[in-house]
């Protein structure tokens, strides 16, 4: 096997970590540290160096998927030449993906009995708050001046296009799966002052 790449430690745990994420996905707590050492490219002697058991990796796997980093950059990337309407449904597209990995991660590892908790680090419930300030403070700033033409504060527009977002991405929810466009234009007419 050829030598891996070097990386300063946190690099290494990161780049693990996007490995093992899909591979959890598809196998659940059933997957092998051979898999996730096959699929980075090192050996499982590195693995173990990076995460002393294959728990610890789970964990930093689930905790990473709640990483809003990368939607928080995605929103604030949205052209701000758009419509409300684009901006949001855009929006709300990436947070519905990352709603879904989320939910496909969770449940994979439920599926299998090793869901990903640790005493103190209830990741899902109690009280974590389910909402996302981050996300939420980038959807303010997509309303930005259109916030005008709303009879209601953003922050409350922001919050019911999060319930719909999520109830709609949601698989145990028993309704169909709404579009981005969908959401926005049921939020957006219910919301803006009449003309």
Do not use: W, Y
């Not at 990368?70 to 052209?79: G, T, Y």
């Not at 033409?149 to 953003?154: D, F, G, M, Q």
């Not at 719909?164 to 028993?174: E, G, Q, V, Y």
């Amino acid at each position: 096997m050829p030598r891996a790449p070097a990386m300063s430690p946190d690099e290494r745990r990161a780049a693990i970590v996007d490995v093992t994420i899909p591979l959890l996905r598809d196998h659940g707590a059933g997957l092998t540290t051979r898999q996730v050492a096959e699929a980075a490219g090192i050996a499982e002697g590195t693995l173990f160096r990076a995460f002393a058991t294959k728990d610890d990796l789970v964990h930093a796997c689930a905790t990473a998927a709640f990483d809003n980093s990368d939607a928080v950059r995605q929103l604030a990337a949205i052209s701000r030449d758009l419509d409300l309407d684009h901006r949001l449904a855009e929006g709300v597209a990436v947070v519905q993906h990352r709603i879904e990995h989320i939910i496909g991660l969770l449940g994979a590892l439920h599926a299998s009995g090793a869901f990903p908790l640790r005493e103190g680090h209830d990741l899902t419930h109690g009280k974590r708050r389910m909402a996302d300030p981050e996300v939420d403070a980038a959807f303010v700033e997509l309303i930005g001046d259109d916030a005008e033409t709303l009879r209601l504060p953003p922050e409350d527009v922001v919050n019911i296009l999060a319930h719909l977002t999520l109830s709609s991405a949601h698989p145990m929810f028993p309704v169909r799966t709404m579009t981005p466009a969908e959401i926005v234009s049921v939020v957006l007419d219910g919301t803006r002052k009449a003309r």
